[in-house]
Each structure stands twice: as structure tokens, then as C-alpha cells.
């Protein structure tokens, strides 16, 4: 069982950068491949990033891609998103999640097997 926790989320202007955070425990962290997803008001959850479980593969959503990067460190259990050049449209919970197995790129919620609770990003114009 793993357990994921969120932080780094707050309020930033138009422009601005953030870099979430995910913890992991109770697991071996290394074995899992991760991904962001984000869930504004009234909408479906929707992937941002994914990436495998060695850090050297990730895919990001066209909507984030230039703008966001995630990334993982093993030896802290740990994966990252940063996000820079920060817009309204994403204004949203942001979720990190764990996946025991991977047959493409993580782009659905359905492939993982973990989430976390969510760190909200409010992003003003």
C-alpha cells in the first residue's frame, strides 16, 4: 500500500511558477511509475504528466507541454511537477498517482493504482 501526499500548491499570479511536490510512503517508491492529473471546478480529472519509474521517460499533455515538467527522485520518494508561465485555465486540484504496471503513456486515470489527496493551485489573471 502506498500512500501519496501533495504540497506546494497555493495562490499565484498569471505568469508565475510553482513546483509541486508528492511524497511517497509505504511502498518501494522505485517501482511505481507516477503521474500528475488536475480536476478544475465542474470538470473531469485530466492528465498533466507521467513518467516511468526510472525518471528517463515522461510525456506531458499538449495543454502543459513547454510549460511543465515533471520528475522524480528515487532516493527521496519523491515526484515533482514544475510549473512555470502559469495561466488561469490552470487553476485546479492538482493529484499525483501511482501506477504498478504501465502499457502506454499514463494517460488514464483508470492505469493507476494510488492517489493522492490534492493540492489546489489558484492561478489570479
Known amino acids: 500500500q502506498v500512500q501519496l501526499v501533495e504540497s506546494g500548491g497555493g495562490l499565484v499570479q498569471a505568469g508565475g511558477s510553482l513546483r509541486l511536490s508528492c511524497a511517497a510512503s509505504g511502498g518501494t517508491f522505485s517501482k511505481y511509475h507516477m503521474g500528475w492529473f488536475r480536476q478544475a471546478l465542474g470538470k473531469e480529472r485530466e492528465f498533466v504528466a507521467s513518467v516511468y519509474w526510472n525518471g528517463l521517460t515522461t510525456y506531458h499533455a499538449n495543454s502543459v507541454k513547454g510549460r511543465f515538467t515533471i520528475s522524480r527522485d528515487n532516493v527521496k520518494n519523491t515526484v515533482y511537477l514544475q510549473m512555470n508561465s502559469l495561466k488561469p485555465e490552470d487553476t485546479a486540484a492538482y493529484y499525483c498517482?501511482?501506477?504498478?504496471?504501465?502499457?502506454?503513456?499514463?494517460?488514464?486515470?483508470?492505469?493507476?493504482?494510488?492517489w493522492g489527496q490534492g493540492t489546489q493551485v489558484t492561478v489570479s489573471s
Open positions: 498517482a501511482a501506477a504498478s504496471f504501465r502499457a502506454g503513456r499514463g494517460t488514464l486515470p483508470a492505469e493507476y493504482d494510488y
